[in-house]
């Protein structure tokens, strides 16, 4: 199965949102002198580990039934001239192509490096939360949409956070919440770990919902508490205080959403071993917490599965096993059955309630162009569930699949985290149509992540390995024209 380099295909409507973003600059890992003149520096929260060294990689062919392979679709008309995607090792579109495309990868291949020893602690990520920097995320949304109308569209025009608190002005997690236009229930959910939830009037009430007078109505997350209802102000943030005190969060849903096609056959090892120390990390940092684990694994049509779903367990070394167990192979294009295997995220048997629910979607393809509404619906039905997906970009996501996975990180409440090139493991990875991010560990990222989701609080990472963009030491980026972004902390 033939893979050709992860698409670099950028539109001319995306690159008017990143131009408000022409003073940033990316810097450079630590240890490394900046090249005179890019006024580029180094950032970091701690001092660099020992262990960043990317595994030896001798060069040899790959191929074959799980190997590192995929196809990618070829550019098509709308491509933008003038646009670029940040970062080294990116193939570039600006009057011809530069950057490291190989003679491989322009005959419609690319020979993939072998990989050292998967161990975990390896991979290197960024994350973006389009939540906090709304505004640009709107922008981004038009912009896509402007060059890809054959996209499904969620309207998220309007959107209303509801703070929910306990009698105490606690953040009440995982209180149900229920939002009604006259009669009509618009919206029904559970807060997340921070006593948020967000709703989009036009998208949850249909477009006459924009302008509704709605009614709110909350109670914690447990057996008997009282329901409280209120008449939702004006505005676009709602606050609504329960009674009764919220208790911390005694149980946790984990699930894996993993794309095991051919062409996360450069990572998928590599995967595996970071999920398996996040979940050991987690389980030694939760103490007295209830946890489940479960797997859902997919392909394309016409491969050897379609999905393979593992349901919750408490068992951890069956979870690890049946983890250890999956390899790359299929595929045959693009797109992938990322439509079904969102469908099986949301059969599984996920607990109601008290319960921290979060799942990780891995992968490297958007599903196909007409399954797209299909795996929208899935989300949503995942969000309504309170179910938070963190999606993280492999090796080869392009742009549909960054529009699709950043549709999703926002509308479940998570953040869009993406793989970068800084471990040396796996293909190309193209920079994300963001300003500014910092470099971390990818364990470290997903394992706050859930901690998150437990307590509702967040912790700075570990380490910083480098930062792209300007941010300030409290993670502001400035942009043109005045505009400013937030780096998640």
């Known amino acids: 199965m033939p893979r050709i380099a992860p698409n670099v295909v950028c539109f001319a409507a995306l690159a008017a949102v990143l131009a408000v973003s022409v003073s940033c600059k990316e810097s450079q890992p630590r240890g490394e002198s900046p090249t005179p003149g890019t006024g580029v520096t180094g950032v970091a929260s701690e001092p660099a580990s020992a262990d960043l060294a990317?595994?030896?990689k001798p060069d040899t062919a790959a191929g074959g039934d799980g190997a590192a392979v995929s196809s990618r679709p070829a550019a098509g008309p709308g491509v933008a001239a003038g646009l670029e995607r940040r970062g080294p090792g990116k193939a570039r579109l600006g009057g011809g192509k530069a950057g490291a495309v190989s003679a491989h990868e322009t005959a419609g291949h690319r020979d993939e490096p072998t990989q050292g020893q998967a161990t975990s602690g390896q991979l290197t990520a960024g994350d973006w939360d389009d939540n906090l920097n709304f505004d640009f995320f709107r922008s981004y949304l038009s912009a896509f949409r402007g060059a890809r109308?054959?996209?499904?569209?969620?309207?998220?025009?309007?959107?209303?956070?509801?703070?929910?608190?306990d009698e105490g002005g606690a953040p009440a997690r995982h209180a149900q919440v229920t939002v009604r236009s006259g009669q009509r229930e618009c919206l029904t959910a559970p807060t997340g770990a921070d006593g948020r939830l967000l709703f989009f009037p036009s998208h949850d009430c249909g477009q006459r919902g924009a302008g509704d007078a709605f009614t709110v109505t909350a109670a914690l997350a447990r057996e008997g508490a009282r329901p409280v209802t209120v008449q939702a102000p004006r505005g676009d943030s709602w606050a609504v205080s329960v009674a009764g005190n919220s208790a911390p969060v005694k149980a946790l849903d984990l699930a894996l959403l993993i794309d095991a096609t051919g062409s996360m056959g450069d990572e998928i090892a590599y995967v595996q071993e970071e999920v398996r120390g996040i979940v050991e990390s987690v389980r030694a940092a939760s103490s007295g917490i209830s946890l489940r684990f479960s797997l859902v694994v997919y392909r394309d049509q016409g491969d050897e599965y379609v999905t393979r779903?593992?349901?919750?367990?408490?068992?951890?070394?069956?979870?690890?096993?049946?983890l250890s167990a999956?390899?790359?192979?299929?595929?045959?294009?693009?797109?992938?059955?990322?439509?079904?295997?969102?469908?099986?995220?949301?059969?599984?048997?996920?607990?109601?309630?008290?319960v921290a629910r979060v799942a990780f979607l891995i992968a490297d393809a958007p599903p196909h162009t007409e399954r797209a509404a299909a795996y929208l619906e899935g989300v949503d039905k995942l969000r309504r569930?309170?179910?938070h997906v963190y999606p993280v970009g492999a090796s080869g996501v392009a742009d549909e699949a960054e529009y699709l996975m950043r549709l999703t990180a926002a509308l479940t409440q998570a953040r869009y985290l993406f793989l970068t090139d800084d471990s040396g493991i796996g293909g190309s990875h193209a920079e994300p149509h963001i300003p500014c991010y910092s470099v971390q560990k990818l364990d470290d990222l997903m394992r706050r992540m859930v901690m998150f989701e437990l307590t509702?609080?967040?912790?700075?990472?570990?380490?910083?390995?480098r930062t792209v963009g300007e941010p300030s030491p409290e993670g502001r980026c400035k942009l043109s024209g005045d505009r400013v972004v937030q780096i998640a902390r």
Request: aromatic share 8%.
């Open 54 to 56: 990317p595994p030896a």
């Open 149 to 165: 109308p054959d996209f499904p569209a969620i309207a998220v025009d309007g959107r209303v956070t509801i703070r929910v608190t």
């Open 309 to 322: 779903v593992f349901p919750f367990t408490g068992d951890l070394d069956a979870f690890r096993s049946n």
């Open 326 to 354: 999956q390899q790359a192979g299929g595929g045959g294009d693009y797109p992938e059955a990322l439509d079904q295997g969102i469908a099986a995220l949301g059969d599984l048997k996920w607990r109601t309630g008290d």
């Open 385 to 387: 569930r309170g179910v």
């Open 456 to 465: 509702g609080e967040s912790a700075a990472p570990r380490a910083v390995l």
